[in-house]
């Protein structure tokens, strides 16, 4: 794995992981995780009770399909924004927003325009 993605090796304190300016500072929890998935208790604490998750991120396939299935099945109702991911490849891509579509209602495949109305 690190052969091929040697960024992973870079510690989590990287400005690789900077959020960008816009984002930094909002107020808003950032959840790091050293894990591809990103799912566990503290950020169901975060997001309480009865909470919906707006999902987006780098990879599709790898880190955003990880979160969504663990949410889902931990009850979250998820919406992935496709067109705000990013796979591998574009196969790869649609390849995991088919597999999140197959937990519906649980996880529902959405995009920026859906969720900004």
């Known amino acids: 794995y690190y052969e091929l993605w040697p960024f992973a090796l870079v510690p989590p304190t990287d400005r690789l992981y900077e959020l960008m300016p816009a984002f930094a500072g909002t107020g808003h929890p950032v959840v790091t995780r050293t894990t591809f998935g990103k799912w566990d208790a503290e950020f169901a604490a975060i997001l309480g009770p009865d909470a919906e998750m707006v999902l987006t991120g780098v990879s599709t396939d790898c880190c955003v399909i990880s979160t969504a299935l663990a949410a889902a099945d931990a009850g979250v109702a998820v919406k992935v924004v496709a067109d705000g991911c990013a796979g591998l490849s574009p196969?790869?891509?649609?390849?995991?927003?088919?597999?999140?579509?197959?937990?519906?209602?649980?996880?529902?495949i959405t995009t920026a325009d859906a969720v900004l109305a």
């Open 91 to 108: 196969a790869d891509h649609q390849r995991a927003l088919d597999a999140m579509a197959l937990y519906a209602p649980l996880i529902e």
